[in-house]
Every structure is written in structure tokens, then in C-alpha cells.
């Protein structure tokens, strides 16, 4: 909540997708980002927890007001409850 407080945008999109199929993404991803050492918080956890999830799940997203992280959430279908949630520190120019 303190980062939608201070600004940070946000969004839930419309619609559900398989978490299995968000499990193998986000598991490419967080070999992506351990090949090229990017900073991520709870990506390792949200690929697990997907992965034991059986039920769709709906994306949202939330970026740091300052631009310096994009966090993306993994809810139930209905919105009602986190499954999962990471971030990954956006590179700056």
C-alpha cells in the first residue's frame, strides 16, 4: 500500500489465464534474470506458488511512482485474494 500512496500507477487486467502457464513464464523469467543478474524480490517464491496454484489467475501490476520497480500481481480469478507477487528493479538510463 505505501507505494500506491506515494504515487506508484497501478492496474488489474480483465480476464484470467492458466497459473501453470504463468508458472512457466515466470520461470523463464527468473532464469533471465539470474543469467543477467537482475535484482527481483519474491520471484522465485511466485513461480512456486503459481505452480501449486490450480485455479486461473487474473494480473495486475503496480510501478514505482519513481519508475525504479514494477511489481505484478497474481490474484484469484474474482480479484479477492494474492496468490503471488514480484518485482523486478528496472534498469535506469
Not at 8 to 23: L, Q
Not at 29 to 49: F, K, Q
Request: net charge positive; aromatic share 6%.
Amino acid at each position: 500500500m505505501t507505494l500506491l500512496r506515494s504515487g506508484a500507477s497501478h492496474v488489474v487486467w480483465d480476464g484470467a489465464t492458466s497459473a501453470e502457464s504463468v508458472a512457466r513464464i515466470y520461470g523463464r523469467r527468473l532464469r533471465h534474470t539470474l543469467r543477467n543478474s537482475m535484482e527481483t524480490t519474491g520471484l522465485e517464491r511466485a513461480v512456486r506458488l503459481l505452480a501449486r496454484h490450480d485455479q486461473p489467475v487474473r494480473l495486475g501490476q503496480i510501478k514505482a511512482a519513481d519508475g525504479s520497480w514494477v511489481f505484478m500481481l497474481f490474484l484469484t480469478e474474482d480479484s479477492s485474494t494474492l496468490v503471488a507477487c514480484t518485482g523486478v528493479r528496472q534498469e535506469r538510463d
